[in-house]
């Protein structure tokens, strides 16, 4: 049975069609199951899951992570005042990690106030570097610590003007949610002093980018569904036609955020924006549905038969773009990809259901076309048509140029581009980086070799700068024994947590080294790179931590993308063209819909240094299935005209009028609802609208100036 270019999906909408009540019913019920389901969407609170794969160092990771008992994160406050720090500033600082060590749930404390000078025999573990009352020469006091040159953080730089205090908490007895409004508050009073507290660490910068994914998904769904609408209203020029081509888009949308809900997914800041972009998606089907039931005289059934196949087509190209993500092990991607490409499918259900039962109740006036989309349409062929030859070579230059761009770009994966726009966290990891050595943790691990562990901590710490390196080796100059591995009575007078933590297991020694984000810049990446180079030089047994995740998983996870892209090219054009039964067709979808993939991926050594973040990819392989989606609809017009008895230029002349005015329209529409992407408050939510943006409008000129070109040449199809 010959189920036609939309492999029989358009049978949906004949189906509700026919049986109307009960379609209405069912349509209905699913609609309430829909809104029930809304308000308990979830939100990622782990910002490992944006690296972590399936690979060796990922694996060492989630098993590391897993040996922490109790469970437990660290919160990093930064301290800054514009002038050194006063005595009696201090004084309040010390009284304030006083009161935090007292909250519940709190571990331990490291701050300023922790250093002691070594143990003298009198006094164990020796004498405070603060004493009782703080004196207004202090800074005496520190320098006498420094003298020791253990290489132990001091939390306080060295004009004295910043001041850092580490907590840690235990997730068995409280949460983070709960922990941070507290902590902040215990800060109040240095806050009224004039000073400025940050606070910050891994799991801090999880919470942050979960408060601003909330705010910002209310905001793109429901500013984006108002814009599109007016948007609608305005380009079609009738309220009736705006109602058909947006209502079940936003329909759409609504099902697809329930769909995470039900697949258990929680949302992330890159699967924000699938809703958004699928409300868009239905829209754009929604015009092409409407535009042919005007001019049809309102009759459903020939639209759903004539339009329905090639719309149920490009949601299949969508999903399809979507699917080829999963070729990463990244699980977020994973998610992003089962989400994207089930909610593709489900948005094209929906869309043509409820568009068949508003197109049963509103009756549309008679065509009125658009004159500025019909005539650029119509310029624009002409161009292909009355050029084909030049305009094909110079495509092809085109082509070999924006992929030689493409390849030439640098993998990145900026992980503070995923917090809000504005945050003060950014700005105080910088500080952190500056003054401290960094907000995140490099651990390297040595099985059973003191000199091993001695080596690396002098050679680690000549790399990171003082105080960021933590180890026995330093416990060891501490207590004037730098070539004596200290025993359990040298420990013993230290932290119970400390010791664990350097030494998590018999004969195995770690060494934790703060580092900067890797690619916070080119900086910052190659000194993490040197920092690497140096442990596994050392003879490190083991290298991990969250700054060695992103600096190794990022490069594998954007090559993967890649891939994905390339699969996502061959798999969409190939489905095309067994939907159409014709393998001449490959060559010809397959330029018009690679270049402005290719030409967006060049631009980025323009506006963003060249830079190819997984974002980046993902936005070039979901803008390939939808860029297709044009290309769909205008060779099936092509061809139904073709199998009409139109010759070449006939064909391409009626696909123009009856697909290219509403190609324009439709572009012009999903440009208005993704601009919403461009307020939003994460940057790779606004790079990737924009390279949306960009790939559209650069496949639209494509698909009418050289897919023309293309089906005119008549050794080219038959």
Not at 87 to 107: K, M, W, Y
Not at 198 to 213: C, F, K, N, Q, R
Not at 427 to 441: K, L, P, Q, Y
């Amino acid at each position: 049975m010959n189920l036609g270019i939309g492999f029989g999906a358009e049978r949906i909408g004949l189906a509700v069609l026919r049986w109307p009540r009960l379609s209405l019913v069912l349509i209905l019920g699913f609609l309430a199951a829909v809104g029930i389901t809304l308000p308990q969407l979830r939100f990622d609170d782990d910002i490992h899951r944006v690296f972590l794969s399936d690979s060796p160092l990922s694996d060492a990771q989630r098993a590391y992570e897993a040996q922490q008992d109790p469970p437990a994160t660290t919160v990093a406050i930064l301290v800054q005042a514009p002038a050194p720090l006063t005595a009696a500033q201090l004084t309040l600082l010390r009284d304030a990690t006083l009161d935090l060590e007292l909250e519940d749930g709190v571990a331990g404390v490291a701050s300023p106030f922790v250093l002691r000078m070594p143990p003298d025999g009198a006094t164990t573990p020796g004498t405070p570097v603060f004493g009782a009352k703080i004196p207004a020469d202090y800074a005496r006091s520190l320098a006498a610590f420094d003298a020791l040159d253990t290489g132990l953080p001091r939390f306080i730089d060295r004009d004295l003007t910043t001041l850092m205090i580490d907590v840690t908490l235990d997730l068995d007895r409280t949460s983070l949610g709960r922990a941070l409004p507290l902590m902040d508050a215990a800060m109040g009073p240095a806050r009224a002093q004039g000073l400025t507290v940050t606070l910050t660490g891994e799991d801090v910068i999880s919470h942050e980018i979960v408060a601003g994914l909330k705010d910002d998904l209310l905001r793109l769904n429901l500013w984006g569904g108002l814009i599109i609408a007016v948007a609608a209203f305005g380009l079609l020029r009738d309220l009736r036609m705006a109602a058909l081509a947006v209502v079940p888009g936003l329909c759409a949308a609504a099902s697809t955020l329930a769909l995470s809900v039900w697949l258990g997914y929680p949302i992330t800041v890159i699967s924000n924006v699938i809703p958004i972009l699928l409300l868009v998606l239905a829209v754009a089907d929604g015009v092409h549905l409407t535009a042919h039931l005007k001019t049809s005289d309102n009759d459903i059934d020939d639209t759903l038969r004539r339009i329905g196949p090639a719309c149920a087509l490009t949601a299949l190209t969508t999903a399809a773009a979507f699917a080829s993500v999963m070729i990463t092990a990244n699980e977020q991607l994973f998610e992003f990809a089962v989400l994207g490409a089930l909610g593709a499918c489900l948005a094209f259900c929906v869309t043509i259901g409820v568009f068949t039962l508003l197109a049963r109740v509103l009756r549309l006036p008679g065509s009125r076309p658009t004159p500025v989309a019909r005539r650029l349409a119509d310029r624009l062929v002409a161009v292909g048509v009355d050029r084909s030859g030049p305009v094909i070579l110079l495509s092809l230059g085109l082509l070999g140029v924006g992929t030689w761009g493409y390849l030439t770009t640098k993998p990145w994966f900026p992980l503070y581009q995923n917090l809000p726009t504005g945050s003060a966290t950014v700005a105080a990891n910088d500080v952190i980086s500056e003054r401290f050595g960094g907000v995140f943790r490099m651990i390297v691990e040595v099985d059973g070799d003191w000199q091993k562990t001695r080596a690396l901590t002098r050679d680690l710490s000549g790399i990171a700068g003082p105080g960021a390196v933590l180890s026995e080796a330093n416990v060891a100059r501490w207590l004037g024994q730098p070539d004596v591995q200290p025993d359990e009575a040298d420990l013993a007078p230290l932290p119970a947590d400390l010791i664990a933590q350097l030494r998590p297991a018999p004969g195995v020694q770690r060494i934790f080294v703060l580092t900067p984000e890797p690619m916070r810049s080119d900086a910052t990446l190659a000194r993490f790179d040197r920092l690497e180079q140096a442990a596994r030089k050392g003879g490190a047994d083991r290298i991990l931590g969250l700054p060695v995740v992103m600096r190794q998983e990022a490069v594998a996870l954007i090559g993967q993308l890649s891939r994905g892209l390339l699969i996502a090219s061959v798999g969409a054009t190939l489905l095309v063209a067994l939907a159409f039964r014709s393998a001449r067709l490959i060559p010809i979808l397959f330029l018009p819909n690679i270049l402005p993939i290719m030409v967006t991926g060049a631009s980025l050594h323009i506006w963003a240094d060249g830079e190819l973040t997984p974002t980046a990819v993902l936005a070039l392989t979901i803008a390939f299935g939808i860029a297709i989606d044009d290309s769909v609809h205008f060779v099936s017009r092509f061809t139904a005209a073709r199998t009409a008895g139109q010759d070449r230029a006939e064909a391409i002349a009626d696909a123009t009028r009856s697909a290219g005015q509403v190609m324009v329209l439709t572009t012009l529409l999903l440009t208005v609802g993704l601009c919403i992407t461009l307020t939003s408050g994460f940057a790779p939510i606004r790079l990737f609208g924009g390279m949306m943006i960009v790939t559209l409008w650069a496949a639209l000129i494509v698909d009418l100036v050289l897919l023309p070109a293309l089906l005119s040449r008549k050794d080219r199809y038959a």
